[in-house]
């Protein structure tokens, strides 16, 4: 049974940095690509950032290059989401997505709220 838990979520002011992580069990972590998708209410859900299985390409939304910044350790089996410059607009749920190696995975979620 693959499992994704995402953690680091809560409430930052604009400006403020957060640091998701996405902890990853249940299988061989580097089998995957992982991704963060966030998803804010009434709103489609979105994807944020992706990495490679062996953490050598990433890409961004448009929204967040420059501010976001996706890492993984496979050593840990751990994605992370470093989110600096937070804008009220960042304010969502963030998914990790474990994907390209069998049906793909899905953490519960992190609530982040951008706000003052």
């Known amino acids: 049974q693959v499992q994704l838990v995402e953690s680091g979520g809560g409430l930052v002011q604009p400006g403020g940095s957060l640091r998701l992580s996405c902890a990853v069990s249940g299988s061989t972590f580097s089998d995957y690509h992982m991704s963060w998708y966030r998803q804010a209410p009434g709103k489609w859900r979105e994807l944020v950032a992706t990495i490679a299985k062996t953490g050598g390409n990433t890409d961004y939304a448009d929204s967040v290059k420059g501010r976001f910044t996706i890492s993984r350790d496979n050593a840990k089996n751990t994605v992370y989401l470093q989110m600096n410059s937070l804008k009220p607009e960042d304010t969502a749920v963030y998914y990790c997505?474990?994907?390209?190696?069998?049906?793909?995975?899905w953490g519960q979620g992190t609530q982040v709220t951008v706000s003052s």
């Open positions: 997505n474990a994907w390209g190696y069998g049906p793909g995975y």
